[in-house]
């Protein structure tokens, strides 16, 4: 239970402000069980929305307001924070995990190997810290994923989390309209491995010389006969087979780093590679869907790095090879450029290659203006044993000077996929509706 008597900060705490469970930041998650911390936005305040919260039965709301159940401090934000760094104190082992790609792969693969808590989705400042007021004393390791956007950003995360293992996964453009150069988004992320017992991966390997790399190949921790098939991939570690359904090198480089971390805190490696057998990595984030039509989900986000590692995933399977891109966000003044060189990569890894939006004619020959266009000419164009990879960025992100890039969404293609794969005959090409 969180106890708002028992916080590591002065605070005038309100007669009716009880016990919770969990803290949310959003005070549409706000509940019986859940208290909702008032916190500072770029449009709105939290505190605009602390009756809301109250109304919604929150235990205990943290604020500077004098309101029913408030556990009242000056600032919230601060507040938090200190609360965080007290209940991180508490956990066994904190991993943390950053890079331009495949942070929530493995974060998922290293939570499973050590039996840990990983936190969800979201990897930011007030969500890690919740994350840990909630899990610190848990007495189970905890996995926490690092996301940067801008400099300064890992030192402020860094002396959040205090991680005993910072991991890099990789390194590649991604965020450049904030951090500049890839030599700058480098140095931005090794600031984890400060402090820390510091592991890399086998890509980003070059920009940290002495640190402990894994992966497969000429690393520290390998991983050894790699295979990739339409089953998934097999390969053994320390004379251990491992087995990961439906999976490609990027999700095996995470086992091996699961298996690294495991070893290290005396999990029984045998045990872990059980474990590592059924992780289940968040929608959108290479998920295989296998049948008539293979379709591959990574469509939850995208940059150069990440786009590559999908497209040698795509060329490893037997079929025709589709590929279907959408932007990148955040690339900078060179996002031409770096959206003509994926494309291009596209175009040796696949048989077919889509793009759409914003630098489809780069990205794919068969370029569409919009997704509806794309997917009904995709739809037209299926035929049986075909294997479809899809990935964009999605959303919506910020230049520095607040000007709106907008991503692609196309979870909507993805989903049109699994209902049309359904009506495709095994005599040739069908068209679906969408």
């Given at each position: 239970?969180?106890d ?12 009716d ?30 505190n605009?929305?602390v ?5 919604a ?8 307001l004098?309101?029913p ?6 600032d ?6 200190a609360?965080a ?23 998922s693969y290293?939570?499973?190997a ?20 909630e899990?610190?004393?848990a007495?189970?390791?905890l ?11 890992m ?9 005993d293992?910072g991991?890099?996964?990789s ?6 309209e ?7 988004i ?8 400060q ?57 095996a ?11 290290e ?9 059980a ?8 929608g ?10 293979t ?8 940059s ?17 090879r ?9 690339l ?19 048989d ?10 780069e ?21 049986p044993g075909?294997?479809?990879l899809v990935?964009a960025?999605?959303?919506?992100s910020w230049?520095?000077d ?17 209902k ?15």
């Open positions: 239970m969180l708002p008597r028992a916080v590591p900060f002065d605070a005038a705490l309100h007669p402000a009880r016990p919770a469970l969990r803290l949310t930041w959003d005070s549409r998650e706000a509940g019986p069980d859940t208290a909702f911390v008032a916190l500072p936005g770029e449009r709105m305040h939290g605009a929305f009756d809301a919260a109250l109304a039965g929150a235990p205990f709301v943290l604020t500077d004098a309101v159940r408030a556990l009242r401090v000056p919230a934000r601060t507040a938090l924070f609360w760094r007290a209940e991180r104190t508490h956990a066994p082992l904190v991993v943390g995990i950053t890079g331009s790609a495949g942070k929530t792969t493995a974060k290293a939570a499973a050590l039996g840990a808590l990983s936190m969800p989705v979201y990897n930011t400042m007030p969500a890690i810290a919740c994350f840990l007021i899990r610190g004393r007495g189970q390791p996995v926490v994923e690092m996301g940067i956007d801008r400099p300064g950003e030192a402020e995360l860094v002396d959040l989390v205090r991680p293992v991991v890099v996964t390194i590649g453009p991604a965020h450049l904030q951090l500049g150069s890839i030599e700058n480098a140095r931005e992320k090794g600031g984890i491995l402090g820390a017992r510091g592991l890399v991966g086998a890509q980003a390997a070059a920009y940290y010389p002495g640190a402990d790399s894994y992966g497969f190949g000429p690393v520290t921790f390998a991983g050894e006969g790699l295979r990739v098939t339409p089953e998934g991939a097999r390969f053994a570690f320390a004379g251990v087979p491992v087995f990961l359904p439906y999976a490609a090198q990027v999700q480089e995470a086992a091996v780093l699961g298996l690294v971390l495991a070893r805190a005396g999990v029984a490696l045998p045990d872990a590679a474990r590592l057998r059924g992780v289940q990595v968040p959108g984030r290479y998920t295989v869907h296998p049948g008539s039509i379709v591959i989900d990574d469509a939850y986000n995208a150069p790095v990440a786009v590559r590692a999908a497209l040698d995933a795509l060329q490893a399977l037997p079929g025709r589709i590929s279907v891109l959408g932007r990148m966000l955040e900078g003044p060179t996002e031409r450029a770096l959206h003509a060189e994926v494309g291009a990569y596209a175009r040796q890894r696949a077919v290659t889509y793009g759409v939006g914003a630098f489809a004619a990205l794919g020959d068969r370029a569409f203006a919009t997704v509806p266009e794309l997917t009904a000419a995709l739809l037209a164009d299926l035929r075909d294997v479809v990935k960025s999605r959303g919506i230049t520095p607040r000007r709106a890039q907008e991503g692609v969404g196309l979870d909507t293609v993805v989903q049109a996929l699994l049309a794969r359904e009506q495709v005959s095994a005599s040739g090409p069908a068209a679906a509706d969408l």
